[in-house]
């Protein structure tokens, strides 16, 4: 796409001259996200208003200029790159808990709060917000809403889309459209809530957002289980579920996982193991203790060669810091990685986790491998230095394999992260051509110039129109 000349006078005017970034330098802060992928913008706009909002989307359209909506800039798959050049629109002004009903138990948030802070706030009335991706401490509201963001508490609680019961946005076109309502049942029409979930920014701006939330769990049991072979916890996984226990949190960190972080940290975890589990349990103090009995007996039952149940906080800490060092410890492996986010049925975990060995092997690759279990959403991180050309085009190629696999198996290419510009190659494999074709054409209908976030999803050679 050809950079179009801005009307930077009239920009200035829409949203005041100490709201708009022209410099290099200061472009270049806004042209990359956690992918560590970059592209610069021709400029940087901080709207204040929702009108101005429109009044920006509407000047684009005119002059054919693409817009990037950004949040905090923490998604992994370059939803946020201004690919192209244009204008990205950053979000940071509409920060603002707008309200918090403790008797209807919803929230309404502009998009630039952190999604951490929300939850902080609405704990002080009593309520929960669940919804928690990694990212948590600094990604927005906005952002999480754009790639339907998840995480470790989705195996009980859901994702974000489950949480939204209406937005405001302003189309690619530059008209404001209200979503859904304060109310939790809603059928009135098509459901332009949910189809704008996930959107990535490709369908329009948020600039209001409507919450759903719940009352906050009295209490937390935290338990961790290790299992000499990953099939005994992926049974195990299946049982607790089935027992009518749902979890707040299980999570999963193959043998590979494991030997990093005890490279890392050296807190005694085994080496022999296949799989560990960490399981939590939330809700009424009572039942808990009746709970979590259950979950260490069907533990033991299914194969677990140790099981350690939080006593105290000290201990759930001391839990948690192995799941929490991942990061840290494999940065000490390579400098680099490639992280998926694949997600298949529970039950075909251990299929996936040997398959990703094999992967490891064939290709001469450190890949390791965590997660979510409960929801079967697999975190496959292949480590790498890019620099190394031969070492990067043995990972894509591993990558290639990973995705066919995936979809044998019946599952997704993203549990959370979305498609971005990293999984676009890959989109059709998951949805065919005709589900392709028809978000194209919803795509085609909303924005006719193609002005919103441009090169996200969609590849250049199957969009049938271009500015």
Not at 37 to 62: D, G, H, I, Y
Request: with cysteine.
């Amino acid at each position: 796409m050809d950079q179009r000349p801005l009307p930077l006078s009239q920009i200035r005017s829409l949203v005041g001259p100490q709201n708009v970034l022209t410099s290099q330098e200061d472009c270049a802060c806004y042209g990359y996200d956690a992918s560590k992928l970059a592209a610069s913008p021709q400029c940087v706009v901080f709207p204040e208003t929702v009108q101005a909002v429109s009044e920006l989307v509407k000047l684009a359209n005119r002059h054919l200029i693409p817009l990037f909506p950004r949040g905090a800039g923490s998604g992994i798959v370059g939803a946020a790159i201004p690919k192209g050049g244009g204008i990205v629109m950053a979000m940071n002004h509409f920060n603002r808990i707008l309200e918090i009903d403790e008797d209807d138990m919803i929230a309404v948030v502009e998009p630039g709060v952190i999604t951490g802070d929300l939850q902080k706030r609405v704990s002080e009335h009593g309520l929960f917000y669940p919804p928690d991706p990694a990212s948590l401490q600094f990604s927005t509201l906005g952002g999480n809403v754009a790639m339907c963001s998840g995480g470790p508490r989705a195996v009980k609680y859901g994702v974000t889309r489950d949480y939204i019961l209406g937005m405001e946005l302003v189309l690619p076109t530059g008209s404001i459209l209200q979503t859904g309502k304060k109310t939790y049942k809603g059928v009135v029409g098509y459901d332009l809530t949910r189809l704008m979930v996930g959107s990535e920014g490709t369908l329009g701006v948020f600039t209001k957002v409507i919450l759903r939330l719940l009352p906050a769990p009295e209490a937390v049991r935290t338990m961790m289980a290790l299992f000499p072979r990953i099939e005994n916890a992926a049974l195990a996984v299946s049982h607790i579920l089935k027992s009518r226990i749902i979890p707040s949190t299980l999570e999963l960190m193959d043998q590979s996982t494991l030997e990093v972080v005890e490279n890392h940290l050296h807190m005694g975890l085994p080496q022999d193991c296949e799989a560990m589990l960490i399981i939590e349990v939330d809700g009424r103090e009572d039942l808990l203790a009746h709970d979590m009995a259950q979950v260490e007996t069907i533990c033991k039952e299914k194969g677990a060669s140790e099981v350690d149940v939080a006593a105290s906080p000290t201990d759930r800490e001391r839990i948690w810091r192995a799941r929490r060092a991942i990061s840290p410890a494999l940065g000490r492996i390579r400098p680099g990685k490639i992280n998926e986010d694949v997600t298949v049925p529970r039950a075909q975990i251990p299929a996936l986790i040997h398959h990703i060995r094999r992967l490891a092997d064939k290709y001469r690759l450190t890949i390791v491998s965590f997660g979510h279990a409960g929801d079967g959403n697999i975190h496959t991180n292949i480590m790498l230095d890019r620099k190394n050309h031969d070492e990067l085009k043995r990972a894509e190629k591993a990558v290639e394999e990973l995705f066919r696999t995936v979809l044998d198996l019946g599952g997704t290419l993203s549990g959370e992260h979305g498609v971005g510009i990293t999984k676009s190659p890959f989109f059709m494999w998951e949805v065919g051509s005709v589900g392709y074709e028809t978000m194209l054409k919803i795509k085609q209908a909303l924005d006719p110039n193609n002005i919103m976030n441009p090169g996200k999803m969609f590849l250049p050679d199957r969009a049938f129109f271009q500015p």
